[in-house]
C-alpha cells in the first residue's frame, strides 16, 4: 500500500516496515516522535514530501528482509521474546564494547576533538540508564505482559500485579525512551552526523559507525515497543477489565 502525506510517520512505519530505512536514511524520527504526519514531518526535516513518496513507495514495493516482517498480528509473547533477543542482546553486546572504543579514541584524539569527550561521557550515561531499564522490562514488565495475554487467551481474570494498571509502569519506559533518544540526538551532532574527520583513524571510524549503528537498532527497538507491543498490551488489559466487569 502506497502511503499517504496525511499519515503519522508512525502508522506508515508499522503498516509497511520496509520503509524504517528510509526514514533512518533522512532522518526523520519514527519512533517517539512518529506521531506527526507525514507532509509535516518532511516540512520540518525540509525535504520534498514527493521526494520521501517517491522513495517509502520504492522501499514498500522491493522485498522485505526477514528482520523487516510486520509485527502487527505477532503475540505479545512472540514480539517480547524477539525484542529481547534481538534488540536487548544487541544493546548488550554493543554497549561495553563502544565504550571501551570510545575511551581508547579520548584517549588518543580529545585534545584536537574535544568533542569525544563528551560523546562518551554522554554515551556512558545512555548505557547505564539503558541497563537499567532492560532489566526493569525483562524482570517485571514483559512478563505481567506475557500473563495479561494468557489471561485473555483463556479467558481467565487479569492476573494480580504489583501495578494497578499496565499503563503506569509503560509511561516509565516511554519517558527512558524519550531520553535515552534525547541522548542520541546529541551524541549524534556532537559527532556531526558520524562524518568522521578526515585525520580519524580506523578505531575512530569504527567508534562512529558503531554508534551510528547503535541508534539506529534503538530506533528499531523503541518503534516495536512505543508504537506495537505497548498499545497492544493496553488494549488486552482493557478488554479484560471489560470482560470482568460484564461478569460483575
Ligand atoms: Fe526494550
Ligand atoms: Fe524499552
Known amino acids: 500500500m502506497t502511503p499517504n502525506p496525511t499519515q503519522t510517520v508512525r502508522e506508515i512505519a508499522i503498516q509497511n516496515p520496509a520503509t524504517v530505512r528510509v526514514f533512518e536514511s533522512l532522518g526523520i524520527d519514527y519512533c517517539c516522535g512518529g506521531k506527526r ?18 522513495l517509502l513507495s520504492s522501499a514498500t514495493k522491493s522485498e522485505s528482509e526477514p528482520a523487516d516482517r510486520s509485527w502487527t498480528a505477532a503475540s505479545v509473547d512472540e514480539l517480547s521474546t524477539y525484542i529481547v533477543d534481538k534488540h536487548h542482546q544487541f544493546i548488550r553486546a554493543e554497549a561495553p564494547r563502544l ?54 487467551s483463556t479467558g481467565a481474570p487479569a492476573p494480580i500485579t504489583c501495578f494497578d494498571s499496565v499503563q503506569a509502569p509503560i509511561a516509565r519506559m516511554l519517558a527512558d ?15 556531526g552526523g558520524y562524518q568522521p574527520p578526515a585525520d580519524a583513524c580506523p ?8 554508534l551510528e549503528q547503535f541508534e539506529r537498532d534503538l530506533h528499531r527497538h ?23 466487569h460484564d461478569r460483575v
Open 37 to 54: 504526519p507525514l507532509e509535516e514531518a518532511c516540512l520540518r526535516a525540509n525535504l520534498s514530501l514527493e521526494r520521501v513518496l517517491t
Open 222 to 244: 523503541v518503534h516495536l515497543e512505543n508504537n506495537i507491543l505497548f498499545p497492544r498490551a493496553i488494549e488486552l488489559e482493557a478488554s479484560l477489565r471489560g470482560t470482568a
Open 99 to 152: 565504550r571501551e572504543l570510545a575511551r581508547k579514541v579520548v584517549s588518543k584524539h580529545a585534545q584536537a576533538h574535544p568533542e569525544l569527550t563528551s560523546i562518551e561521557e554522554l554515551f556512558s550515561a545512555m548505557a547505564d540508564e539503558l541497563f537499567a531499564h532492560l532489566m526493569k522490562e525483562e524482570r517485571i514488565l514483559f512478563p505481567a505482559l506475557r500473563q495479561l495475554e494468557a489471561a485473555a
Open 203 to 210: 578505531s575512530y571510524r569504527g567508534l562512529y559507525h558503531g
Open 177 to 191: 525512551h524519550d531520553d535515552a533518544a534525547e541522548l542520541t540526538t546529541q551524541i549524534r551532532k556532537l559527532a
